[in-house]
């Protein structure tokens, strides 16, 4: 199975920072990966899919780049909409697995 | 609009069985491979299973393997997950969710509780 590595595990973060997230996958996985974000008692939401492009209605200040084993999110500049649980999906292989998670709080 | 609508959780005893169903309405269903997600209290997501479009693949996580079947009624547009013997550590809530390319559709997901 592909284990995927997501750091960090948490941040803080003011608005209008720039935030990066990293996932690391123990294969190479090509471009299959997504970034999703989660608010507290509410589903998932993609922001990205195939590695960089941008879901349908994401803001632009989401960004996704990498390919092969490592992978970036970034938030251009924070807002306070932001402030969540982001997760990666590998979509390259089953099981599919999710990173850890990177909770993104307000500093 | 898109609406997947997820039901059949519940409080359950440790050994016993469980259907969720997931109802979709808004897109081609058969068109989209489904699956479910799960995400224990205060934890993270957890993929759990999936099923092609036509319903004629399927594959598990490890820890549900032999003890989850998921299913799909394409004339009812419904995505259904068997359960059978639950352990304390399904306890989750259980999200459907449709991909299909650039799409990407999630239900509010549905708790289930396994008691020992």
């Known amino acids: 199975d592909i284990q995927m590595t997501q750091s960090p595990s948490s941040l803080s973060a003011s608005v209008g920072d720039r935030v990066t997230i990293t996932c690391r996958a123990s294969?190479?996985?090509?471009?299959?990966l997504g970034w999703y974000q989660q608010k507290p008692g509410k589903a998932p939401k993609r922001l990205i899919y195939?590695?960089?492009s941008l879901q349908s209605g994401v803001p632009s200040r989401f960004s996704g780049s990498g390919s092969g084993t490592e992978f970036t999110l970034t938030i251009s500049s924070l807002q306070p909409e932001d402030f969540a649980t982001y997760y990666c999906?590998?979509?390259?292989?089953?099981?599919?697995?999710f990173g850890q998670g990177t909770k993104v709080e307000i500093k | 609009e898109v609406q997947l609508v997820e039901s059949g959780g519940g409080l359950v005893q440790s050994g016993e069985s469980l259907r969720l169903s997931c109802a979709a309405s808004?897109?081609?269903?058969?068109?989209?491979?489904m699956s479910w997600v799960r995400q224990a209290p205060g934890k993270g997501l957890e993929w759990v299973s999936v099923?092609?479009?036509?319903?004629?693949?399927?594959y598990y996580a490890d820890p549900v393997k032999g003890r989850f079947s998921i299913f799909r009624d394409n004339s009812k547009n419904t995505l259904y997950l068997q359960m059978n013997s639950l352990r304390a550590e399904d306890t989750a809530v259980y999200y459907c969710?449709?991909?299909?390319?650039?799409?990407?559709?999630w239900g509010q997901g549905t708790l289930v509780t396994v008691s020992s």
């Open positions: 969710t449709g991909d299909s390319g650039g799409k990407d559709y």
């Open positions: 808004g897109f081609t269903f058969s068109s989209y491979a």
């Open positions: 099923v092609s479009g036509n319903g004629g693949s399927t």
């Open positions: 294969q190479g996985i090509r471009n299959d």
């Open positions: 195939a590695a960089s």
């Open positions: 999906l590998q979509q390259n292989s089953y099981p599919r697995t």
